[in-house]
């Protein structure tokens, strides 16, 4: 696996990471939304590095979310899973960080996405495969945005999981307001609805994200909708 140099990144480095990145087709709100809620999960709650990518016992993160990845490069080069000089050649015809995330390309990113509505159904079967091969331990995390939950595939893992027990399953919502249409109760009411824990929480806030993500639900799925305002990037 390749990592960075032996310099430790904190989040008051990720905008200059982020800087790195430039060109066209960028999605820089909607990757800038996502920043501070996978900063907290990478350096606070999952349960992987760039040593343990392989391990089977791995925590597991899915970016379905994958049409502003800017942010989540500029986490995983914080962490160490891919060199930081990658970050300059963002979006180019040669670079390996692509405007859509590629598993086969990018050090530690354990699914392709971009498409809007696969990456919560691949969390269910990634949580459905590892209970099948008997490895209760690792946790599956999936990162979506609002409007995604438009989706047809997105309703059916919902309504799947509740039922199922899939404890191990976390969604993590950005909910930065580019949903087409508003539900009663908001976003946590539908996965409740569904028979998910849930919690509605400041995208901007790493005390409360924290306490979010690492608050207990047994025998149920959670999920953690982390409402933000998008700033520009």
Do not use: C
């Not at 598993?103 to 699914?111: K, S």
């Not at 509505?117 to 331990?137: F, S």
């Amino acid at each position: 696996m390749t990592t960075t140099s032996a310099h430790t990144f904190t989040y008051a480095d990720l905008p200059r990471l982020m800087a790195l990145m430039t060109g066209d087709e960028k999605h820089g709100p909607a990757a800038t939304s996502t920043l501070d809620a996978l900063w907290v999960l990478y350096d606070r709650v999952l349960r992987v590095t760039p040593e343990r990518a392989d391990d089977p016992g791995r925590d597991r993160f899915l970016l379905s979310k994958g049409h502003g990845p800017m942010a989540y490069y500029a986490v995983l080069a914080a962490k160490g899973f891919l060199p930081v000089d990658w970050l300059e050649g963002f979006g180019s015809y040669d670079s390996p960080l692509g405007h859509h995330p590629d598993r086969v390309l990018v050090p530690g990113a354990e699914i392709g996405s971009g498409s809007l509505g696969h990456g919560l159904p691949l969390a269910v079967g990634t949580t459905l495969g590892l209970r099948a091969q008997g490895l209760t331990d690792p946790h599956v995390w999936v990162l979506v945005g609002d409007a995604e939950l438009d989706e047809g595939s997105n309703h059916e893992a919902i309504a799947y999981a509740g039922p199922a027990g899939l404890e191990r399953l976390h969604t993590l919502v950005i909910d930065n307001a580019s949903a087409s249409y508003a539900r009663p109760g908001g976003i946590a009411a539908r996965f409740e609805a569904a028979g998910w824990s849930a919690v509605t929480v400041d995208g901007r806030d790493h005390e409360a994200l924290y306490a979010a993500f690492t608050a207990p639900h047994a025998g149920r799925p959670h999920a953690v909708i982390a409402r933000v305002e998008p700033k520009s990037a």
